[in-house]
């Protein structure tokens, strides 16, 4: 080869390489995408996730509210239970028993409701 060929064949692969690495090929451009895709699933997934939290805490927050609002009220239809007692009075005493009462609220939040007495009392 003569010295003007081999200049020539150095520019030319000069210009070759020049252009090849000027800019991002389609296939970078491709795996860039893709690579961004995957990574925006999990972050999709946990935002699902975190909205059937909240409508499963919403429901059971207002499941809870209305059989606290029942059991503050102690009306509307209660049902009839035993409550087992352990009291000790100032002198050291120990009562031990069973009480029937009337429970209010639900299965998450109830109050109890002794029966009425002679006296009056509730």
């Known amino acids: 080869m003569t010295g003007r060929h081999m200049a020539r064949t150095a520019r030319t692969s000069r210009r070759a390489s020049r252009r090849n690495t000027a800019g991002e090929s389609i296939t970078e451009t491709l795996v860039a995408m893709l690579v961004v895709s995957l990574g925006m699933l999990p972050l999709t997934t946990a935002i ?3 909205a059937q939290m909240t409508l499963v805490a919403n429901s059971s927050d207002e ?3 209305t059989q606290s609002a029942a059991a ?3 009306d509307g239809e209660g049902f009839d239970g035993t409550i087992e007692y352990n009291a000790s ?5 120990v009562k031990d028993g069973t009480q029937n009462v009337t429970f209010y609220g639900g299965d ?6 002794y029966p009425n007495t002679d006296k009056g009392e509730s």
């Not at 998450?108 to 409701?113: A, E, I, N, T």
Request: hydrophobic share 20%; charged share 25%.
């Open 72 to 74: 503050a009220r102690q």
């Open 89 to 93: 009075g100032s002198t050291g005493t």
């Open 108 to 113: 998450k939040v109830s109050s109890y409701k």
């Open 48 to 50: 699902v996730r975190s």
């Open 63 to 65: 499941e809870i509210q």
